[in-house]
């Protein structure tokens, strides 16, 4: 029986807004589209769905409007069996929400309004101090304010905690923060804006995963869709394969590779075990429409390995 792992996410919930469109319109352009799908969404909720149907024992730290979404967002939260007793609600703003187009191919165009999730503070993180300081893994991402991501990650850090950021939607990155973090899971979009180097072959993204490493990183894992995960460490880089499975939709792909990475990572997998497994998991949430209702449950995904 593996270890439970103990996960702490801090991040942003969105309410997802989906609908299909035989193509990107162009600007000023109106295509009848359809069907229309809303739900649970958001890299910080997701990657906490994620991990929890993955088997982690993981809360959240939220903060979420006083409106329907709101309301919807946390009786979610609550029956995915998230601990919430860090899920705050604000009337200074609305829940977040993001606007999703995905075309015939399964690619996806998103537009956030953050709302509440701009106003998620490092005085809201201090309520999760002993929670977050007793987590295998801390986990964070990049849709709620900066400063509160550095002050959260920070007191993990300090506490010795696995630091996790995946560093969505992408943007730059000081090497301060760089630095207190033990595993960094970027894209190749984001690869490309923190280090300003192309990522779009196999040889690229082992040079900017190197680079990664150069500027404090712990491990870096290149997340590369199809392709899977390059992983860089003080010791060596790896191309760890992904899953080639029928594409849906690749929303929240991210979100599945990172929740269930660390996962694995809490349970004392090894390295590219957890790489592999962190793959199975992205390539299973691809084979369905919607982001945190499409994460795998862990007999799925250990069904999916052949264990």
């Known amino acids: 029986m593996a270890k439970i792992a103990k ?11 989906v609908s299909r469109t ?5 600007a000023g352009e109106t295509i009848l589209g359809g069907p229309f799908h809303m739900g649970p969404g958001g890299k910080g909720a997701n990657q ?45 703003s609305h829940t977040g929400a993001a606007l ?35 987590s295998d893994v801390f986990l964070a991402q990049l849709e709620i304010s900066l400063e509160t991501v550095e002050y959260a990650i920070s007191m ?9 950021l995946n560093p969505a939607p992408g943007r730059e990155l000081d090497k301060k923060l760089l630095a207190m973090v033990d595993v960094l899971t970027p894209n190749e979009t984001e690869t490309q804006i923190i280090t300003g180097m192309p990522v779009t072959n196999l040889k690229q993204a ?8 150069a500027q404090g990183v712990g491990t870096v894992v290149i997340t590369l869709g199809a392709e ?6 003080r010791d060596n880089v790896t ?52 982001t945190a209702p499409a994460m795998p449950y862990r007999k799925d995904v250990d069904a999916f390995l052949g264990k």
């Open 48 to 92: 906490a769905v994620a991990a929890a149907r993955l088997g982690a024992e993981t809360t959240m730290v939220v903060k979420l409007g006083v409106d329907t979404f709101g309301d919807l967002a946390e009786a979610n939260l609550r029956k995915e069996g998230i601990r919430s007793d860090f899920v705050l609600r604000t009337d200074k």
């Open 239 to 290: 191309h760890v394969p992904g899953r080639r499975v029928q594409v849906v939709d690749t929303t929240g792909a991210g979100d599945a590779f990172s929740g269930a990475l660390a996962v694995a990572l809490g349970e004392g997998q090894e390295l590219i075990q957890a790489v592999q497994f962190a793959n199975a998991a992205a390539a299973l949430q691809v084979t369905k429409i919607g």
């Open 100 to 134: 999703i187009m995905l075309d015939a191919n399964g690619e996806n165009m998103i537009v956030v309004a953050a709302g509440a999730n701009d106003l998620l503070t490092p005085e809201d993180v201090d309520q999760a101090k002993a929670v977050i300081e007793q």
């Open 228 to 233: 899977g995960a390059m992983v860089a460490t």
């Open 22 to 26: 035989p193509r990107m319109p162009v």
């Open 156 to 164: 993990a850090h300090e506490a010795g905690v696995t630091v996790m």
């Open 7 to 17: 996960v702490t996410v801090v991040g942003s919930f969105n309410t997802d807004l």
């Open 206 to 213: 082992e040079a900017a995963a190197q680079a990664l490493r």
